[in-house]
């Protein structure tokens, strides 16, 4: 049986990055930002790992990409693949005037999955709005010291596993 894909989102969903130095230490440095990890962030992808195979997908750069996830997922996690903006289709967004980057996920059939076998976290849902079925919504993460919301991801992705 094939196992199913949850593929995370980095920033606002796994890591908080920022030019500005927050109260608490960052976690890493990467280029100009300040790197905080989101709490229990370990915790997730360890209850994840053998539940799911893992991916990345970010509207980032993909040296920002790369330096993020050597910092996060180093060689303890293993990865399907490490996407980043060059996999997003650019699209126009009426509201802002501006650029809003999609997340086709039937982009990553061509990885072996069915897009009914993957999931997507992520903080913003007008990147997975060809797919809404398949992205599971997190707060935006800001760099809180209290958050607890992979905590309540873990759970509820363990739970669908069940």
């Known amino acids: 049986m094939t196992r199913k894909l949850l593929i995370f989102d980095l920033d606002e969903t796994l890591v908080h990055a920022?030019?500005?130095r927050l109260a608490q230490a960052a976690d890493f440095i990467?280029?100009?930002y300040f790197v905080y990890?989101?709490?229990y962030l370990h915790a997730l992808l360890m209850t994840m790992q053998p539940l799911y195979d893992m991916a990345v997908w970010s509207s980032s750069s993909r040296a920002y990409v790369d330096?993020?996830?050597a910092q996060v997922f180093g060689s303890e996690f293993e990865l399907k693949f490490a996407w980043s903006v060059e996999h997003c289709v650019q699209r126009v967004d009426v509201r802002s005037n501006g650029y809003v980057y999609l997340k086709d996920?039937?982009?990553?059939?061509?990885?072996g999955y069915a897009v009914e076998d993957?999931?997507?976290?992520?903080?913003?849902?007008e990147k997975i709005a060809r797919q809404p079925r398949n992205h599971f919504r997190v707060?935006?993460?800001?760099g809180q010291l209290d958050d607890r919301e992979l905590l309540l991801v873990a759970?509820?992705?363990?739970?669908?596993?069940?």
């Open 67 to 69: 330096a993020v996830v």
């Open 18 to 20: 920022s030019p500005v």
């Open 139 to 142: 707060k935006p993460y800001l």
């Open 105 to 111: 996920l039937r982009k990553v059939q061509g990885q």
């Open 155 to 162: 759970e509820e992705l363990r739970r669908r596993q069940a």
């Open 30 to 32: 990467c280029g100009p």
């Open 118 to 125: 993957i999931t997507i976290l992520d903080d913003s849902p």
């Open 37 to 39: 990890q989101r709490p």
